[in-house]
């Protein structure tokens, strides 16, 4: 099971930090990976982080998101600066047992959390 938290409203050129907790199932060596979707639009996939700790950022989001992961924590992270109105969204984490993965193959992923809703305003 994934469970985000963090999301919430800023304003713009503010932070947030997402966190995803993994319980019940250990992740380590998967896939790992954010997307977020807009009412009536397309899933974006932001960013991931694959069994072997390469990352990969859209374009959308590089330079200003990072992710990471704590394995003993079990939990994914995705640091967000200097955030813009149009990164507003519903943020999932994700995971995927597949390896060379790149980004927006989000047919691949098979454990979802619920998401968690980022608004950044003018």
């Avoid at 069994?51 to 200003?64: E, F, Q």
């Avoid at 943020?91 to 619920?114: F, I, K, R, T, V």
Wanted: include cysteine.
């Amino acid at each position: 099971q994934l469970v985000e938290s963090g999301g919430g409203s800023v304003q713009v050129g503010g932070s947030l930090r997402l966190s995803c907790s993994a319980s019940n199932y250990d992740y380590r060596g998967f896939c790992m990976a954010w997307f977020r979707q807009t009412p009536g639009a397309k899933r974006e996939n932001v960013a991931q982080i694959d069994g072997d700790g390469r990352l990969t950022y859209a374009d959308s989001v590089k330079g200003r998101f990072t992710i990471s992961q704590d394995n003993a924590k079990n939990t994914l992270y995705l640091q967000m600066n200097d955030l813009k109105p149009e990164d507003t969204a519903i943020y999932y984490c994700a995971s995927s047992p597949l390896e060379g993965l790149g980004l927006g193959n989000d047919w691949a992923y098979n454990h979802w959390g619920q998401g968690t809703q980022v608004t950044v305003s003018s």
